[in-house]
Structures are given as C-alpha cells and as structure tokens.
C-alpha cells in the first residue's frame, strides 16, 4: 500500500499569497483529517470527513481556512490569504472509519509563511 | 473540549534503562486509547488499546489503559539510541464519527 500521500512537502510562500495543500488517503479509508502540529500547541485537529462530507469543521482556525473532499481519493487545505502564523506542519491521515481504528499518516507539508 | 495530558513533556535517559510515559485523558463519547511514535517525519502506530487492566506488548514496548482512573502508560524496556522520538497519546472519540485529540508528546531522548 502506497500510504497517505501529501503534495507539496515543503512550502515556502509570503505573507498573503494563496496555499493549497494536497492529500491522497489509503485506498479504501473513508474517513480523513487534517491536523497542523507546532512546538507550542502539539497536534491540533483542523477538520475532518466521514465519506466525503465534512463532518467537523470547530479546529480550522478561521475564515482563511478551507477546506475540500470532492472525491474519496483526493483532499484539499487551502489557506488565502495565508499569515505568517500559519507556519507549522500539516498532517494529513486516514483511517477506515470504522471506531476504533487507528489514523495512518502522510509525511506532512512544512509550511512557511514569510 | 476534549483535553489529553502526556507527562513528563521530556525525558532523557542511558541506554538500558526503563521509562514510564504518562498520559491521562477527558474525552466525551470515549472509543479508545493510542499511542504513536514521531521522529523526523510523521507520527507511526504503536498501540490501541480499549479495555481497562489488558496489556499490550510489543517487543519491548507495553501499554495499559485504566478506563476508570482515566490514565495509560507506555513502557519502554532496556531502551535503546533508536528509541529517541516524540511519544504521542491519543484519545479516540465519537459514534459513528470517530476522531482522535491528541497530547502534546513526551520528547524521549536516549543517551548511549
């Protein structure tokens, strides 16, 4: 099995300007979650799909935050415009959806905002 | 706010020595309980544990949940240089809408 995949994995951008994170989930997960981990706040959950459809969306940090599920094979984190706040990694996992099940994650995209 | 708490936040230690890692946990709708090891890159599975006073094992690692007490520890035996990492606890959550919150890790080194 191929793994979560995640695109780009490093990032670096100004203040401002657009970012678009991607993710690819283990063929046959239903369920996947974006986290963001910095030193200060460990890993945060930012929102999650159940199916393709948003089911818990309370950790994305604000408006600038969006994000997409248009398939069962691809997910989008999009922050516009991005803050040198932002600055973190981005995690995304899946799981089978079935409770309990574990997440399996990707190797994170470093973002850094300037 | 569901809310899980990994004590100490940093530990360093000689090789052969045997750590503790601690984590407590306040989880509505609780499902489950897991642990992951961070180096570098992403976080990988260890353990999942769901019932109270059953030990998990593996090589040297074990684990154990207290449902009541709301409390796991992670057990590491004649720890080893590679063993260094981030240990990460989880608290699984929800009916059909299953999620983990996690700690902020224990930050394991081990000295040769």
């Known amino acids: 099995d191929a793994g979560v995949i995640q695109s780009p994995r490093h990032e670096v951008t100004e203040m401002g300007q657009e970012v678009t994170l991607r993710c690819k989930p283990i063929s046959g997960h239903n369920s996947l979650f974006w986290y963001r981990q910095t030193m200060m706040r460990g890993l945060e959950l930012l929102i999650y799909?159940?199916?393709?459809?948003?089911?818990?969306d309370s950790g994305m940090p604000e408006d600038r935050f969006s994000a997409k599920m248009p398939n069962a094979s691809f997910s989008t984190l999009k922050i516009q415009p991005s803050e040198p706040r932002d600055s973190a990694v981005y995690f995304c996992?899946?799981?089978?959806?079935?409770?309990?099940?574990?997440?399996?994650f990707g190797n994170g995209t470093r973002l850094t905002v300037t | 706010e569901d809310k899980v708490v990994q004590s100490p936040l940093s530990l360093v230690v000689h090789e052969g020595d045997t750590v503790t890692l601690n984590c407590s946990y306040e989880v509505t709708n609780f499902r489950s309980l897991l642990w992951y090891k961070q180096e570098k890159k992403a976080p990988t599975f260890l353990f999942m544990l769901?019932?109270?006073?059953i030990e998990k094992k593996s090589g040297r690692l074990s684990s154990i949940l207290d449902k009541k007490e709301l409390f796991s520890i992670l057990n590491i035996t004649a720890t080893q240089t590679g063993d260094s990492a981030v240990y990460l606890c989880a608290g699984g959550s929800g009916g059909s809408n299953y999620k983990l919150t996690f700690g902020k890790g224990t930050l394991l080194t081990v000295n040769p």
């Open positions: 996992a899946s799981s089978r959806g079935q409770e309990p099940s574990p997440l399996h």
């Open positions: 799909f159940n199916n393709n459809v948003p089911i818990d």
């Open positions: 769901t019932s109270s006073g």
